[in-house]
């Protein structure tokens, strides 16, 4: 579906990319991992077609140099935070598809496939981060393309947003389409990639299965626990005494697991009577910021 060959990317004397390679097959699932300046949205925007480039890339079989327009076509493309105008939901949906040359039936079909067919009357303005996400996802579904690209996707969601827009991907990547997307975090890679290409200063560092990827990177992961405050202290003494590394932050507290060890620290609580509002998983790149207890 994706095949890219040395691909290259100067910026003066700096390489953004350097003979990067790689063949990204039809319902794959792919992310891109690395620190920011490590190319991972450059090479988004050269699968785009709208960065120029050196070496051969080609999407679904057209190569992106030569017809860019028509490789574009073929990608469904969802930025990291979407702007809009405020038009209605549904009014939205009907510009983007005019513009896509899409089915005027489309723009009530992706509503639906994304869960926003009850908000089509609200403006744009009204929606939650994770509802115009979603009808970001919608306008780049709209003209039904085979290959998803996907830039941060999750950056700026909470963590209900997060796992409704993560299990809608899943379940459009399970009916067939291919999905290449950026990300920081270890647990949406985990969550969504079947492999993964990790990137380090314009280059092709390492590929991995994404379960491979805190052991090859030495990553920490952190488990982010929210906890009622009258609960907070009597928490940090339990995860303590279970040989918990912890980090108070704020409203929440982070426990350091290894790659599939969320249950152990959760279990300590429920055992100690501990109610948890809610928790994420966070990949350890940066170490939160706080005071640790170990």
Sequence with gaps: MITAKNLTKRYGKVAALSDVTFTIEAGEAVALWGANGAGKTTTLRCLLGVQGFEGALSVNGIDVQRHSKAARAAI???????????????????????????????????????????????RVSMLSGGMKQRLALAVALLAD????????????????????????????????????????????????????????????????RPNELASKLGLHRWLRLWIPHEHKDNSLRVLGQNGFT?????????????????????????????????????????MPQGDSHA
Excluded: W
Aim: glycine share 4%; proline share 5%; aromatic share 6%.
């Design 145 to 208: 393309p085979p290959v998803l690209v996907l830039d941060e996707p999750t950056a700026n969601l909470d963590v209900k947003a997060q796992r409704d827009f993560i299990r809608t991907i899943q379940d459009l990547n399970h009916a067939g389409k291919t999905v290449v997307f950026s990300s920081h975090r270890l647990d949406e890679v985990i969550a969504l990639g079947t492999r993964v290409l990790v990137l380090s200063e314009g280059k092709l560092l390492l590929e991995c």
């Design 246 to 286: 912890t980090m108070p932050n704020g409203t929440s507290i982070y426990v350091q697991v290894n790659a599939d060890g969320k249950i152990a620290p959760l279990r300590s609580l429920q055992q100690a009577s501990i109610p948890i509002e809610d928790f994420e998983l966070v990949d350890g790149d940066l």
């Design 76 to 122: 469904g493309y969802v930025p990291q935070e979407a702007a809009f105008y405020d038009m209605r939901v549904d009014e939205t949906a009907q510009f983007y598809a005019r513009l896509k040359k899409a089915a005027p039936h489309r723009a009530a079909e992706v509503l639906e496939q994304v869960q926003l067919s009850e908000h089509a009357s609200k």
